[in-house]
């Protein structure tokens, strides 16, 4: 997964070193010197993550990240404090100042990279959560009434994975005020936990000796019901091969042994505010769809949320100036299959359709029927090559393989034509790119049906 990175660091060799590990694993990366030079860069190309040093002079980078989380804009982009101080008040300073995780110098590659891709997923996920709120308010859905999720009353619900008792008794001291915390100690009783109860954390000792802990937070992350949950983990100092592994599998976040309250405090607020402004996201977006934007008989997203989730994109495209590409799809000759066996034939074939273009596309994808026989399918952050690559997928999907229906003929061998373009610059508009790859689907059909085209050259 590649992204855009920003590296601040007030010594150019620093930033050039940084640049060059970046570099080498494919992430785009611009540079600053300073913490007003920073904030200008961040405004204006919007990175997906932020690799910031502290110890600058003039704006330090507590006082950078301060105003970076302090911007409704900005706050959502990771940060990463890099620093040659390895005191736990400054991890601490900079976890209240909103620093998402530390690196110090020197910095070790692979829990870099580690970091980074981590970091990165997250904002994706957090980005596609956004993206779909502002859709839903475009288009008039009230989702107010929720709040600021920094304010919401009431502690969250943690569990523990520790065996140890003065351990567990020390982190029930420190995250008390925050969390109803529930303590388990084997692996079976994790299970049984996670079957009962929803968690906003689960905190795992990694040097639990009955069962492996890396082991448990893959479990978690592989797990529909608990993939979402945040995971703290506690690691020795030193133990670099567990952590980096940990971070790999989809750990959120981690504390060293010995471990500062502060620290641990502080990170677990963190962690907390942000399992709650995601479930206040995914609440409002579910909220969304049940109030009419679905087509009632595909359960696909409607032609008028389709248009304006396209519309926020390229809007958020024109400053990132990431691409988006747009797949319209016409089923050949279905004029024929409504007479020739009926309407209920022809919405069951339509169904079916629908079915069978969410199983071939991503869940940042969006699915769409456009009207009739028509869909669309939008791909955000997606190029030319990979969106023909969906089409000409789902293109043979559909003709080697009948609909079967229970009612009517049982089985309709059909095909489908397909339109595919991309967006080619900052400022192009959604009716243009629709209109491309319109043409594009004209051609499909002029030139025998049952066929992917693009309007590229």
Known sequence: MSARVLVVDDILANVKLLEAKLTSEYFEVITALDGPSALEVIEAEMP????????????????????????????????VMVTALDQASDRVSGIEAGADDFLTKPVNDIALMARVKGLVRLKVMMDELRMREATGETIGIDLAGDG??????????LLLVEERRIGA????????????????????????????????????????????????????RSREITRNVPILVIVDDGDTPR?????????????????????????????????????????????SIEMAISDPLTGLYNRRYMLSHLETIMRENATTRKTVSYIIVDIDYFKSVNDEHGHDVGDEVLKQFGVRIQNNIRG????????????????????????????????????????ELEIGPKKLNLTISIGVACSETSDETPAELMRRADQALYRAKRDGRNRVVTDAA
């Open 48 to 79: 997906d993550i932020i690799l910031l040093d502290v110890m600058m002079p003039g704006m330090d980078g507590f006082e950078v990240c301060r105003r970076i989380k302090a911007n409704p804009v900005t706050e959502h982009i990771p940060v």
């Open 169 to 220: 008794q020390k982190i029930t001291e420190t995250l008390s005020d925050l969390y109803n915390i529930t303590i388990q100690t084997t692996l079976e009783g994790c299970n049984k936990a996670m079957d009962e109860k929803d968690y906003d954390l689960v905190l795992v000792n990694l040097s639990v000796q009955g069962f492996d802990g890396l082991r448990l937070c893959s479990h978690i």
């Open 243 to 287: 952590l980096v592994k940990a971070l790999e599998i989809g750990v959120n976040d981690y504390v060293q042994r010995p471990i500062d309250r502060n620290e641990l405090f502080a990170r677990g607020k963190t962690q907390l505010r942000r399992k709650r402004f995601a479930d206040r996201l995914r609440n409002n977006f579910h909220k």
């Open 148 to 157: 600021n999720p920094d304010e919401l009353a009431g502690k969250g619900e």
């Open 364 to 403: 940042a994808d969006l699915a769409c029927r456009y009207g009739g026989e028509e869909f669309v399918i939008v791909m955000p952050d997606t190029d030319l090559s990979f969106a023909l690559m969906v089409a000409e997928r789902l293109r043979l999907y559909v003709a080697d393989q009948p609909f």
